[in-house]
Each structure stands twice: as structure tokens, then as C-alpha cells.
């Protein structure tokens, strides 16, 4: 049933958690695919030079961290992991990955690392929730 599963990641405590229980899901569905997918925040253009590449450069560095922590908390899956760091908006990017790689569940965390400004607007795991392609589960 869940043979490709997205798991979204920000390095929050919740999303580990998460990490840990889509990789449960995994082995008790001997699914064939998991991805892996860790979004970071737009670099804006007006930092100019040398600062938008100080920037580009720390947000790459924390993103790959981000994914390392996960790719070890789920490691000894028995099926393929593909992993995927993405510029852009954390809903749209994970919406559109589950999309594209034709998901059949989304994994994430039910609290992340959001801004004051997804407290105000709402969360990332609700906005995937409500426009998702797939079922999502969203961990405590």
C-alpha cells in the first residue's frame, strides 16, 4: 500500500521522531522506495555579494546536516533512499515532491522549526495536509 514514502525533515526534534516512525512504516510494508526531502528558506537577492554566497553557502551546510541526521536515524531500510535538498517554500516543495515522485504517503513532524510567520499563517504540516496528493501522517 505504502510502497514510496516521503518523509519531510527540518531538523526538529518532532521530525526526527518522525523520521524514526516512517522508517517502522517502511519495514513493516516492505516499501520500495524512501525519500528523504529537506527544504531551506529562499537566499534573498538584495545581500549582494560576497554576503548571498556566505548565505547560500550556510544554508546548504545546515541543510546537509539536517539530512545526515535523518538518513541515520533511518538507517538499515531495506529498500532504496533518495534524498533531496530543495530551495523554496516548505509546503509547496514537499507537495511537489510527493507529486512528482508519485508518493503514496508523507511522513513529517507535527511541530518543525517554523517562523513567527507560520504561527501567524499556519503550519507547514497543515498546509501539506490540506493540499497533499497522498495520505499524510503527521507525528507527534
Do not use: W
Not at 520500495?32 to 550556510?58: C, S, T, W
Not at 504540516?125 to 490540506?130: D, E, F, T, Y
Amino acid at each position: 500500500m505504502f510502497q514510496n514514502i516521503l518523509l519531510a525533515v527540518d531538523g526538529s526534534d518532532h521530525a526526527l521522531h518522525a523520521a524514526r516512525i516512517a522508517a517502522d512504516l517502511a519495514r513493516t510494508v516492505n516499501a520500495k522506495e524512501f525519500r528523504i526531502v529537506v527544504v531551506y528558506d529562499f537566499i534573498p537577492p538584495y545581500l549582494g555579494e560576497p554576503n548571498m554566497q556566505y548565505a547560500i553557502n550556510a544554508r546548504m551546510e545546515e541543510a546537509k546536516s539536517i539530512l545526515e541526521a535523518a538518513v541515520k536515524t533511518v538507517e538499515n531500510l531495506p529498500c532504496q533512499v533518495q534524498s533531496e535538498l530543495i530551495e523554496g517554500s516548505s509546503a509547496e516543495a514537499i507537495i511537489d515532491v510527493a507529486t512528482m515522485r508519485q508518493s503514496d504517503i508523507i511522513v513529517m513532524g507535527s511541530r518543525g522549526l517554523g517562523t513567527l510567520a507560520g504561527l501567524l499563517l499556519g503550519s507547514t504540516s497543515q498546509k501539506v495536509v490540506a493540499h497533499a496528493p497522498c495520505p499524510v501522517l503527521i507525528v507527534r
